[in-house]
């Protein structure tokens, strides 16, 4: 049952459902839905390959795109993977930054925001256009599909993410907070690269110190606290993310604050305080898209309910997702220590 819950087994088992009822009298209805399905998830991959295809012609490092079940992964070859991440199904596209120059990068990634939209509104165009000479009703609702896309993301709101229209609004606005988004991009490509986190530049680590903790800037957090970790320990660490931990977690910002929220857990178990009310609250804030800190949050939610075996079982979960990149993404070493640390302490407690 365990892979029907996730995104491929779901969609296998959907087309399963769909083709036995084409033996029925719900075989048009079911094929509709079917079709539909497809075009939007067709619409959605058009819009995140145009994210690629502008970044990676403006000089970017194509990392991933993910599109319903199945992910491109680019870690340390280029590969077809499955998406496990229900938070992901919608689609994500990410590309880094291989210039360290702020203006270039300002350049690159205006393109690379603005690459998906302009996709979405020359399929739109295309689908329309088509349909209408055609009179092939399901390339009109392509065309529709993908305009829809187009107005979603063009717009420049904030939710739990920011729209791309909201990013380009940003970006050409300029100012300290523009500075202050791009220098988050240097860090996310620093905390990307292959270097152990004791090699990371010493002058990205010291504008990383220099930008306020707010959620926009939670990538500060990251790299601070994975330096600190490989450097002076835990305590030091978790130290200087109390500015981050004093945030309020709102529906718009509970993602973006996953990590701070899962250090909150930790904190717990090092101080040896198993408050189960207050551990199983926090993990209500937390969501499977990033695996290996939930999955150490579930491990901590069998300790403290004294499930051991569950507990060892989802650490060991946790070191397998590290071990699959931690050879092309340096902050995994990082992680495997934190793992490590919350390992022993939840056996020393057991």
Not at 87 to 110: E, M, N, R, T
Not at 174 to 197: C, R, V, Y
Not at 222 to 249: C, D, N, R, T
Not at 292 to 301: D, V
Request: one cysteine or more; aromatic letters at 10%; proline letters at 4%.
């Amino acid at each position: 049952m365990r892979i029907i819950a996730k995104p491929l087994g779901a969609t296998a088992a959907v087309a399963i459902v769909i083709f036995l009822l084409n033996f029925t009298n719900y075989a048009t209805i079911v094929n509709f839905i079917g079709l539909t399905f497809l075009l939007i998830l067709l619409a959605l991959f058009i819009h995140e390959l145009g994210h690629v295809i502008s970044g990676i012609c403006s000089g970017y490092r194509f990392n991933y795109l993910t599109i319903g079940p199945i992910s491109i992964d680019n870690s340390n070859r280029l590969r077809m993977k499955r998406n496990d991440s229900w938070f992901l199904f919608g689609g994500v596209a990410s590309c880094s930054p291989l210039s360290s120059d702020l203006s270039s990068i300002a350049k690159q990634h205006k393109r690379f925001v603005a690459g998906g939209p302009v996709f979405s509104i020359m399929a739109a165009m295309i689908g329309l256009i088509v349909g209408m000479y055609t009179v092939k009703e399901w390339m009109t609702h392509f065309g529709i599909f993908n305009a829809l896309i187009f107005l979603a993301t063009i717009l420049p709101y904030r939710g739990a993410i920011k729209s791309d229209g909201r990013v380009l609004l940003e970006l050409t606005k300029g100012g300290k907070q523009t500075e202050e988004f791009l220098i988050s991009l240097l860090l996310i490509k620093e905390m990307n690269s292959p270097a152990h986190p004791a090699e990371w530049s010493e002058a990205y680590i010291q504008q990383a110190r220099t930008l306020k903790p707010t959620a926009d800037n939670v990538m500060v957090g990251y790299i601070l606290f994975y330096y600190a970790l490989i450097k002076e320990g835990y305590e030091h660490a978790s130290a200087l993310l109390e500015p981050f931990k004093q945030l309020p977690v709102t529906k718009q910002n509970r993602y973006t604050l996953h990590f701070i929220t899962h250090i909150r857990q930790i904190d717990l178990i090092v101080e040896g305080k198993y408050d189960e009310p207050r551990i199983s609250e926090l993990h209500q804030l937390l969501n499977p898209f990033e695996p290996i800190g939930y999955k150490r949050s579930e491990a901590i939610l069998a300790a403290v309910k004294g499930d051991r075996q569950i507990a060892k079982l989802k650490l060991t979960e946790a070191f397998k997702e590290i071990d699959k990149t931690k050879n092309s993404f340096g902050f995994l070493y990082a992680e495997e220590k934190l793992t490590h640390i919350l390992k022993n302490k939840i056996l020393e407690t057991a």
